[in-house]
């Protein structure tokens, strides 16, 4: 059994900064892309940050140069840290991972999702 979660969601004001955790528990052998995503009321969801296992990272162009995304391989948890953040940037945030359990299977796994909202 494999569980992520979330944590660091909150209401805060434009401009301010938030700082996301997800963590990885269970039956893991290895973990290789892990990502955050968010959907805003309406709207799909959509891929905000992504961080290999190697360290590499991608962003959403809404978001470069605002958010940075990390992970500590030591505790299988991945961070987003949220600069200037916008109203815009209101919405569930969610951490995927993709997993490799200790009896070899592989697949890829969601959070329960944190509220972010930030007010203008």
């Known amino acids: 059994q494999v569980q992520l979660v979330e944590s660091g969601g909150d209401l805060v004001q434009a401009g301010g900064s938030l700082r996301l955790s997800c963590a990885a528990a269970g039956s893991i052998a290895s973990i290789n892309d892990m990502g955050w995503y968010r959907q805003a009321p309406g709207k799909q969801r959509e891929a905000v940050a992504l961080v290999s296992n190697a360290g590499r990272t991608n962003y959403a162009e809404s978001v470069k140069g605002r958010f940075t995304i990390s992970r500590d391989n030591r505790k299988n948890t991945a961070y987003l840290q949220m600069n200037s953040l916008k109203p815009e940037d209101t919405a569930v945030y969610y951490c995927?991972?993709?997993?490799?359990?200790?009896?070899?299977?592989?697949?890829?796994?969601w959070g329960q999702g944190t509220q972010v909202t930030v007010s203008s």
């Open positions: 995927s991972a993709r997993i490799r359990t200790v009896k070899g299977i592989t697949g890829d796994y």
